[in-house]
């Protein structure tokens, strides 16, 4: 049975110190040119010195056009390699792995950055009138996408990263050609399962191309996005078998878009029981997975304590535990990997708007979704604390980190605007 401590050796021959990964959330802290700064050398460096054995970046972007948020680093032929390198130096201080998160957002563009985003089809978003409705891509679209993706690859393997992961999940653009609710298209990348993987399928072959057989390629693909008529647990055992034929090297699996915040553990989503009870989230729809897929997995979402990590690795049901948001509180994992400590502190209940209907818990979606979406604004001011050197300071309260947020990101949002990107 394999250990939190253990090394694990990927197909492409790199070794990962430990179990644990850091999955990839998104920072907001580039600049208004789009590039890395010293705040994200700071935070990844504490993160690496903190034990954990791979480091995801938040998502880079491949096209300035199209950000997820204000604050994105963007590889778009608009320089920055120097800072990107003082970034993946940084982030590996400790020896452990650093991987770039490569992604588009598509349809989850949000207005401050572009009034009308790319998707596969004119499809949009219900969600507070936050995103613009998108242009249905042309062929020269998808190829110029594919081609970013391929490219920033290869910037990252330039600049110092020691990895890339490809973002297919969460609903964003090559998530978007996955589902058939958002991929309405009837051309070869668009009907079928078959045509709707197509678009990854050769994003990934592009990117092996670019950065060669020994540099290792993660991808993070949804479980399902509970949706019904959406992508299906059914369709994710496809494309896992498909994509672990493909040569990626680990497959970090999770679910949900920002309509369905099964990413967020929104106990509305129909999660399995048993992966309550063990904490992680998609636990057992990683079960599945395992029997179709020939490459290491990983599970992000839900886990707190190291029994439950530990009970995970013993299931066989993954080989590396991937977490987000704890990190953000307690940065430093080694006692948590020797055994002296037993399970991340936990700050959840605290962060909800009112009790009860008004809660996180609450039986309206919209409130629920408010909960979650303001709850997420609280940890980006912890990351903020992280990357100025500062110790987290988790006060229950969620107005002010959303008033904080919100001004910082318009202003982001404006300067851009004022430089033209």
Same mark, same amino acid.
């Given at each position: ?19 644990? $990964?850091?999955?990839?959330? %998104? ?9 890395? %700064? ?33 604050? @994105?680093?963007?590889?778009?032929? @608009? ?16 020896? @452990? ?97 078959? @045509? ?126 991937? $977490?987000?948001?704890?990190?953000? $509180? ?36 919209? $409130? ?37 947020? %919100? ?15």
């Amino acid at each position: 049975m394999a250990l939190l401590t253990d090394p694990l050796t990927l197909p492409c021959g790199v070794t990962l110190p430990n179990r644990l $990964l850091k999955s990839a959330m %998104t920072e907001g802290l580039a600049d208004e040119q789009d590039h890395a %700064t010293g705040r994200l050398a700071r935070l990844y460096e504490r993160w690496s010195e903190g034990g954990t054995g791979t480091l995801i970046t938040g998502n880079v972007m491949i096209d300035r056009r199209f950000l997820e948020r204000p604050g @994105n680093v963007v590889i778009d032929h @608009n320089g920055g390699e120097a800072q990107l390198s003082h970034w993946a130096m940084a982030g590996q201080r400790a020896g @452990n792995q650093l991987w770039m998160q490569i992604n588009h957002p598509g349809r989850q563009c949000q207005k401050v950055v572009s009034s009308q985003p790319l998707a596969p089809s004119d499809v949009g978003i219900k969600l507070v009138g936050l995103f613009g409705r998108p242009r249905a891509m042309t062929e020269d679209d998808i190829q110029r996408a594919i081609s970013g993706f391929a490219r920033v690859a290869g910037v990252a393997k330039a600049t110092g990263f020691s990895g890339i992961q490809i973002h297919a999940a969460h609903g964003y653009l090559i998530s978007q050609f996955l589902s058939p609710l958002a991929n309405r298209r009837d051309d070869d990348w668009g009907g079928s399962l078959e @045509n709707r993987a197509r678009f990854l399928l050769t994003v990934i072959r592009r990117c092996r191309e670019t950065v060669g057989p020994d540099f290792p390629i993660a991808l993070k693909l949804n479980s399902a996005d509970f949706s019904q008529g959406g992508f299906s647990h059914e369709d994710s055992l496809q494309v896992a078998s498909w994509v672990s034929d493909a040569g990626i090297d680990l497959l970090e699996i999770s679910g949900g878009t920002y309509e369905k915040l099964a990413l967020m553990g929104d106990r509305d989503e129909k999660l399995a029981k048993a992966s309550r009870a063990r904490e992680a989230y998609f636990l057992d729809y990683a079960a599945g997975i395992r029997e179709v897929c020939k490459v290491p997995l990983a599970v992000t979402g839900g886990f707190r304590s190291r029994s439950a990590m530990q009970d995970a690795l013993d299931s066989g049901a993954l080989d590396v535990v991937g $977490l987000a948001r704890p990190l953000c $509180l307690q940065p430093d994992v080694r006692d948590l990997l020797s055994g002296e400590q037993d399970a991340f502190p936990s700050w959840e209940k605290e962060l909800r708007i009112g009790p009860g209907w008004l809660g996180p818990r609450s039986p309206n979606r919209s $409130l629920r979704t408010l909960n979650f979406g303001l709850a997420t604004q609280w940890y980006y001011q912890q990351i903020i604390a992280l990357s100025e050197g500062k110790t987290p300071r988790p006060k229950p309260g969620l107005i002010t980190p959303f008033v904080r947020h %919100t001004v910082t990101e318009r202003r982001l949002a404006k300067k851009r605007v004022a430089r033209g990107s």
